[in-house]
């Protein structure tokens, strides 16, 4: 069965541990932090152009903390599709009674207002979103600097799972995915220590770089008021120490062979979208791996999902993520997926589709500040 569903962007990786390595303490990360931990977490950080990181075993440990350094006149704005992990920890701060809103990235002048009305009421912003999200693509991040910079102490508060890893600074047509796998922020050629506001990130190194560990970055005076505040670094285990050797191997890993696999990822998105468009089908997810094809109705998405595994195709079968209520099939691609594995999805779909009317509907999203990854060709 060839699989689609992985979301090991770069490819997986066979990291054994050293003999003698002890697992853990038995302590929490509160009292006593494995050294690889912290240099791990340093890496992580200044990869995205931020002064420093704390290694936890889960981004939800982190959500769960980090709204314990809001100011008491604080007010949580979230993205309306942000990620489930970071609206589970916004219940820390309706726990508090701190005001929380919703808004849309796609509409800028209406968080304008929304920002106007609580800097009126006196309350700091902070601002939660996604880097990137598989079904609309980049945040605006720049947009959301640029508002949040009139109102002081505010926070921009990034969870960039998907993108850490596989986008980098400098993207352009022949290097849509950019250079270093730095993330969201590099890729929008943003740079904390010369901007404001502040901003903060979590991000788990579970996609791009195949470890299940996660790393709060940003500045290193709330990196210490975190420590300080921090309850799961008391309550809960501390990252083992494999996880933390192993975090540093695949960081030692990609940046050795890094360059290379997200080039390779890169054909594969683009001989995936070029052969599609070649049949007429134009599939949502731009210059990202996760590339999704909406499907007229449910009951279709359901047959196609099953044909597809039939053909020896391992789909995600997803609920709404383009436009909500509207079924979608998605394909995670992967660096070490070949060019055959490529060309036999294709040739399914193309099929498929040629028997069906299920795309009849489907059209392309334009995502922001994205370079033109179609006109791309190797």
């Not at 005001?99 to 939660?128: E, I, K, N």
């Not at 609309?136 to 926070?155: F, I, W």
């Not at 996660?214 to 008021?225: E, F, K, P």
């Not at 996880?243 to 001989?271: C, T, Y």
Request: glycine share 10%.
């Amino acid at each position: 069965m060839l699989n689609f569903t992985s979301a090991l962007y770069l490819g997986p990786r066979v990291l054994p541990p050293p003999a003698g390595l002890v697992l853990t303490t038995g302590r929490p990360a509160a009292l006593t932090e494995d050294a690889r931990a912290a240099r791990v977490a340093r890496e992580v950080a200044h990869r995205q152009g931020l002064e420093t990181g704390l290694l936890a075993p889960s981004t939800l440990h982190l959500f769960w903390d980090v709204f314990l350094l809001m100011p008491t006149a604080g007010v949580v704005l979230l993205d309306q599709r942000l990620y489930p992990v970071g609206q589970w920890g916004a219940l820390r701060a309706l726990r508090r009674s701190l005001p929380v809103a919703t808004f849309s990235a796609d509409d800028l002048p209406g968080l304008a207002r929304l920002l106007h009305t609580y800097r009126q009421q006196g309350r700091t912003p902070w601002l939660v979103t996604d880097g990137w999200h598989p079904g609309r693509g980049p945040a605006p991040l720049a947009c959301y600097c640029e508002l949040l910079a009139l109102h002081p102490g505010a926070v921009l508060l990034l969870d960039d799972t998907q993108a850490f890893g596989v986008l980098g600074r400098q993207p352009s047509t022949r290097h849509p995915l950019g250079q270093g796998g730095g993330g969201s922020l590099p890729w929008a050629g943003l740079n904390n220590k010369v901007m404001a506001p502040e901003v903060l990130s979590i991000i788990s190194l579970a996609k791009g770089l195949g470890v299940p560990v996660a790393v709060l970055a940003g500045r290193a005076a709330r990196l210490a008021q975190f420590r300080r505040r921090s309850e799961t670094r008391v309550h809960t285990s501390p990252v083992s120490a494999w996880h933390a050797w192993a975090a540093a191997a695949a960081l030692r890993h990609d940046a050795r062979h890094g360059e290379a696999a997200r080039a390779r990822l890169g054909l594969r998105i683009a001989q995936f979208r070029r052969e599609l468009a070649r049949a007429g089908l134009r599939p949502q997810g731009g210059s990202f791996p996760v590339q999704k094809l909406v499907v007229a109705r449910t009951t279709a998405a359901l047959g196609l999902h099953q044909q597809l595994r039939q053909a020896g195709l391992e789909t995600l079968l997803l609920a709404g993520e383009v436009r909500p209520g509207v079924p979608e099939i998605a394909f995670c691609l992967r660096a070490d997926h070949s060019t055959a594995d490529i060309s036999r999805a294709t040739a399914a779909l193309v099929a498929l589709a040629g028997r069906t009317d299920w795309f009849s509907s489907s059209r392309s999203v334009s995502f922001r500040h994205e370079p033109d990854f179609d006109s791309f060709a190797p």
